[in-house]
């Protein structure tokens, strides 16, 4: 497989390298270069700006019978940002440099144009100092004299200033030292007050947990309490007077129809509990031999009982007594054919 970049060249046996044209280009010809400017500069058409690193495509070109030991100088065409002006500078190898030619002047022209002077001074000097020793000696003595005279003139100013402004160096660091010291009490004073609140903060919070925590223990024992029943005995339910709705609504129509016409002189029975006082307990000899007088009290049972038979239910359970003293229940068991018959 044959190279990609070949370096060695086939040159055939009848080759003549002075038969080939040579291309005449001419010696002030143009290069399209990129470069960025060398120096600050303002243009003279506008008065813009133009700084130091600004990126411009310039054209380059030799500069004709100018050499500076040999090395060629080139110059370069900008344009003005703004106006399009055009700029032209030069290289300039002898000071490792650029210079303005025309179109802008160059910003901070007057330091490096002190520099040059101060350099120009001091090459005339060694110059003349090289072949006159006696002009050595004078720059001697003219350079110890302007030494003194610029001693001199320092101790003066000093003095002048001791004179104004009397300053206690010792004072003022004592004085720096107390406020250094009073600013780290202070911060200190600082510090242990943010640690006390916090603290606190942490305290309260540990409180108010705890009380939440014991009101919601009280709520929940609460909750978990049986609900207090309204009678204190479970028997107690049997014991009540008043009759139940289920008890007075067990009572059908028949029965009521039965005793209804005796109901009006004589009342009704209420619940079963009033049973037990239809059982006639043995009465002794004196009792039955007056069965006349009882027959007549209970024929005609004063408006007192008959009223208290005829109240409701909840009355009915309770035995029902005569002027005599004795119940009117008590009395009906003598009649107990007259149900029957009534029924028939």
């Known amino acids: 497989m044959s190279e990609r970049k070949v370096l060695n060249k086939y040159y055939p046996p009848d080759?003549?390298?002075?038969?080939?044209?040579?291309?005449?280009?001419?010696?002030d010809r143009?290069?399209?270069?990129?470069?960025?400017?060398?120096f600050n500069m303002r243009c003279k058409t506008c008065g813009e700006y133009i700084y130091k690193g600004k990126k411009f495509n310039a054209r380059k070109e030799t500069v004709q019978n100018e050499l500076y030991m040999g090395l060629p100088i080139f110059r370069f065409y900008i344009k003005c940002t703004r106006c399009l002006a055009e700029i032209t500078f030069k290289t300039d190898p002898e000071n490792t440099d650029y210079s303005m030619e025309h179109g802008a002047t160059r910003n901070f022209q007057a330091e490096k144009l002190i520099e040059e002077e101060e350099k120009r001074i001091q090459q005339e000097r060694e110059e003349e100092e090289l072949n006159n020793p006696?002009?050595?000696?004078e720059n001697r003595t003219r350079d110890s004299k302007m030494e003194m005279e610029v001693m001199e003139n320092l101790q003066e100013l000093k003095e002048l200033n001791q004179r104004q402004a009397q300053v206690d160096f010792e004072g003022m660091i004592d004085k720096y030292r107390e406020l250094e010291r009073r600013e780290k009490e202070k911060e200190k004073e600082e510090d242990e007050r943010e640690?006390?609140?916090m603290l606190d903060r942490v305290l309260v919070k540990r409180l108010r947990d705890s009380d939440s925590e014991s009101e919601e223990e009280s709520s929940s024992s609460s909750n978990m309490?049986?609900?207090s029943s309204s009678t204190d005995k479970p028997t107690d339910i049997l014991t009540t007077d008043k009759p139940s709705e289920a008890q007075g609504a067990s009572v059908g129509g028949v029965k009521r129809a039965k005793v209804e016409s005796w109901e009006k002189s004589v009342g009704k029975l209420g619940g079963?509990?009033?049973?037990?006082?239809?059982v006639v307990r043995k009465k002794p000899a004196a009792a039955v031999n007056k069965p006349s007088s009882a027959a007549a009290t209970a024929a005609v049972p004063s408006q007192k009982d008959s009223n208290a038979l005829t109240a409701g239910s909840t009355n009915a359970s309770k035995p029902v007594t005569t002027q005599n003293g004795s119940s009117s229940l008590s009395l009906?068991?003598?009649y107990s054919d007259s149900d029957s018959n009534d029924s028939e």
């Open 134 to 137: 006696m002009k050595v000696l």
């Open 30 to 38: 143009q290069y399209v270069v990129r470069l960025m400017a060398p």
């Open 15 to 27: 080759f003549d390298p002075s038969k080939i044209p040579k291309l005449k280009l001419p010696k």
């Open 195 to 197: 640690t006390k609140e």
């Open 272 to 278: 079963g509990g009033a049973l037990g006082s239809l």
């Open 225 to 227: 309490q049986p609900p």
């Open 332 to 334: 009906l068991g003598m």
